[in-house]
């Protein structure tokens, strides 16, 4: 049974959190339409689609959207506990530190669950189905390789420059202007007309290009060639191999996963289980990283906390690339960050806990 001062947390961190997801969700979605209707105004997307693509990308991202907000809302409930010196009542009447970590696990149980479905059922799903319509996007238009009529499209840091006057429904191009400084000498070459394609297992894009002229040599240098052509074929940058093969899995099913030797696959099912997990681990570092008391200073634990939020949401791509190269073995996972900063966090705050210092008075004696 909770007592009064639990369904009293309960409810405050209830109130906070709800307050905090939601915002988060519509700057989501509101960015993700913004997407969405863009590609419906160039014909990449139907009308008629814009709601399910929206929802299945919605679904996708929900799981990585609860962790933080779960970290923010308890900062900002014990913030506010401590403010009112609520805390040092709790302590007066024997609700201590760990009454508070109870009340705090109780309510990230139900939660971790939650975001479990979302990590390991809802997220592939909408992976599955978001490509589906990304390859029905590509047969519709070509803004899937950023290609726009009437518009300069870079790649390569600036290197390669790609300008078509008109572009249809069918991926051709009128009017085309491609400049590569990749090569030695740099190239020029201007087409009339040309074809777009795009090969959706390797990634490999490229442009058939008719009736045009190809120039190698340096701007403002007589020593240059000239040839024309009937054919021209010019491969833009493929998407790398590691890019296709994550989206690939990041469609697959959980049970697809579990005990599987690929390093890919181990490192895309810790990507799915540190969401889940992650609200464990920050439940057992907020409170900590608050001041208890309004009469302490509370700046460098503030400072911690956000160093502790930005490092905890980036090492977890770190650990997951490490993984994938081989960088770490496979007995340790993608989910060792979470036990490291738990255990750093401990320790640079463990000279101001009490019973430290008692320990150490001890010791001295």
């Known amino acids: 049974m909770l007592g009064v001062a639990d369904r009293y947390l309960f409810a405050e961190m209830t109130k906070v959190f709800s307050a905090i ?17 863009e590609d419906v105004n160039l014909g990449a997307l139907g009308s008629d689609a814009v709601l399910r693509f929206l929802g299945l990308q919605v679904l996708r991202d929900t799981a990585r959207l609860l962790p933080p907000a779960f970290f923010i809302a308890a900062l900002v409930t014990l913030g506010r506990l401590a403010r009112d010196s609520e805390l040092i009542a709790f302590r007066a009447c024997g609700f201590g530190p760990a009454r ?4 705090f696990l109780l309510f ?16 592939p799903y909408a992976s599955l ?32 420059t790609f300008y078509a006057a008109s572009i249809d429904d069918s991926n051709r191009f ?40 190809r120039y190698d040599g340096n701007p403002g240098s007589a020593d240059y060639s000239l040839a024309e052509f009937d054919r021209y074929t010019y491969f833009l940058a493929p998407e790398s191999e590691t890019e296709v093969e994550r989206r690939r899995r990041a469609a697959l099913p959980t049970r697809e996963l579990i005990g599987s030797d690929s390093l890919l696959d181990r490192a895309e099912l810790g990507h799915r289980l540190a969401a889940p997990v992650a609200i464990y681990t920050l439940a057992l570092l907020a409170i900590p990283l608050t001041t208890l008391s309004p009469r302490q200073r ?7 906390a956000f160093l502790t939020y930005f490092a905890f949401f980036n ?16 007995w340790m996972g993608v989910l060792w960050y979470q036990l490291a900063i738990l255990l750093l966090v401990y320790l640079s705050l463990a000279s101001s806990s009490f019973q430290v210092r008692q320990l150490l008075g001890r010791l001295r004696r």
């Open 21 to 37: 997801i939601l915002t988060l969700l519509m700057i989501m979605v509101s960015m993700l339409l913004l997407r969405t209707l």
């Open 100 to 103: 508070l970590y109870r009340a």
């Open 108 to 123: 990230a149980v139900p939660l971790s669950l939650v975001t479990g479905w979302f990590a390991l059922v809802g997220q």
């Open 129 to 160: 189905h978001i490509q589906m319509i990304e390859d029905t996007k590509g047969e519709r238009s070509t803004q899937v390789a950023g290609l726009r009529a009437g518009r300069f499209y870079q790649q390569d840091d600036g290197n390669i």
């Open 174 to 213: 009128e009017g085309i202007f491609i400049q590569d400084r990749r090569a030695d000498p740099p190239r020029l070459i201007i087409s009339s007309r040309g074809v777009y394609q795009r090969d959706r297992n390797t990634g490999e894009q490229r442009v058939i290009l008719e009736e045009g002229r």
């Open 298 to 304: 509370g700046t460098g634990r503030l400072m911690l």
């Open 315 to 330: 090492l977890q791509h770190l650990a997951e690339n490490w993984l994938e190269t081989g960088v770490t073995p496979t």
